[in-house]
């Protein structure tokens, strides 16, 4: 595949990121919201696969000393229907979720 062919992803810039593999994980993280917002009602996903992308959102939402904030806003822009799809188990993402936005979302704004 030449490079000609790939298309940029217009969120995140590469050279924002040199030597650092947090823009990869940003995109492999929107694209695993992608693929499971995309769940057509009916169709199965085994256990083993919602529990391992639960675990990935979790990992990536987690507010502590070292916040990734190209993974973290990759999460957030690529799930905004993530809860509206029937995924057995997604509220045990919710606590994360809160907290993420808590945390970019200002307490009050500023007009």
Known sequence: ??????????????????????????????????????????EDIL?????????????GLQISDFI??????SIILNSSSLFCTDLKGINVVVPYFIAALETIVPDRWDC
Request: proline share 8%; with cysteine; charged share 20%.
């Open 47 to 59: 256990p083993v696969y919602l529990s391992r992308f639960y675990m990935v959102l979790i990992q």
């Open 1 to 42: 595949m030449s490079t000609d062919s790939m298309v940029p992803n217009p969120l995140f810039d590469i050279n924002e990121f040199p030597e650092s593999y947090e823009a990869g994980r940003a995109e492999a993280c929107g694209t695993l919201c992608r693929i499971f917002c995309s769940k057509k009602t009916g």
């Open 68 to 73: 990734c904030r190209p993974v973290l806003a």
